[in-house]
Antibody
Framework: QITLKESGPTLVKPTQTLTLTCTFS??????????VGWIRQPPGKALEWLAL???????RYSPSLKSRLTITKDTSKNQVVLTMTNMDPVDTATYYC?????????????WGQGTLVTVSS | DIQMTQSPSSLSASVGDRVTITCRAS??????LNWYQQKPGKAPKLLIY???SLQSGVPSRFSGSGSGTDFTLTISSLQPEDFATYYC?????????FGQGTKLEIK
């Protein structure tokens, strides 16, 4: 059974850097074809894809946020870390990590429960 | 970016109704289209991948069709637990994009 869980601060100040960790079980990011993605959802709004990392350390970023995002993996800890710099109140959202379908299929299943991050001074 | 447009944005229906939600891509995406269901306060759940493949464990009343730019999600007979928001997502491009969502409400 695959499970994922997001962790990180619930409140960050404007201009600060957000660091979120996705801890997963039931699969390994050293296995060919495996990926983990990050998706966010502002309150009451639609889903927005942020970044993906694959077993071979290939990384993909949303073009609109690329300059602010970094995704890394720690295979030994079964973790994926997303950092987002220069946080702004518009970045207030629930942040999800998700298992990527496999082999660059780029569908997401399952998802973590999500973590709400509020950006406010 | 490939833009995904869903219609309608909201929909009222009754238990037992047949419901269809449409998703249109701004360019051809072949069959690289996925559908998710999201209930309030919960993470999205994958229903359909590759336009028409039913994810394991998803009831057979859900079906997907389409290719190119036009896609549909159909629920053959609405059940009380189906009232939720539905999102399409393209996985043709390196840069994944989602539709704006369709909220399915009880009439």
């Amino acid at each position: 059974q695959i499970t994922l869980k997001e962790s990180g601060p619930t409140l960050v100040k404007p201009t600060q850097t957000l660091t979120l960790t996705c801890t997963f079980s039931g699969f390994s990011l050293s296995t060919s074809g495996v990926g983990v993605g990050w998706i966010r959802q502002p309150p009451g709004k639609a889903l927005e894809w942020l970044a993906l990392i694959y077993w071979n350390d290939d990384k993909r970023y949303s073009p609109s946020l690329k300059s602010r995002l970094t995704i890394t993996k720690d295979t030994s800890k079964n973790q994926v870390v997303l950092t987002m710099t220069n946080m702004d109140p518009v970045d207030t959202a629930t942040y999800y990590c998700a298992h990527e379908g496999g082999g660059y299929d780029n569908w997401f299943d399952p998802w973590g429960q999500g973590t709400l991050v509020t950006v406010s001074s | 970016d490939i833009q995904m447009t869903q219609s309608p944005s909201s929909l009222s229906a009754s238990v037992g109704d047949r419901v269809t939600i449409t998703c249109r891509a701004s360019q051809s995406i072949s069959s690289y289209l996925n559908w998710y269901q999201q209930k309030p306060g919960k993470a999205p759940k994958l229903l359909i991948y590759a336009a028409s493949s039913l994810q394991s464990g998803v009831p057979s009343r859900f079906s997907g069709s389409g290719s190119g730019t036009d896609f549909t999600l159909t629920i053959s007979s609405l059940q009380p637990e189906d009232f939720a928001t539905y999102y399409c997502q393209q996985s043709y491009s390196t840069f994944v994009t989602f539709g704006q969502g369709t909220k399915l409400e009880i009439k």
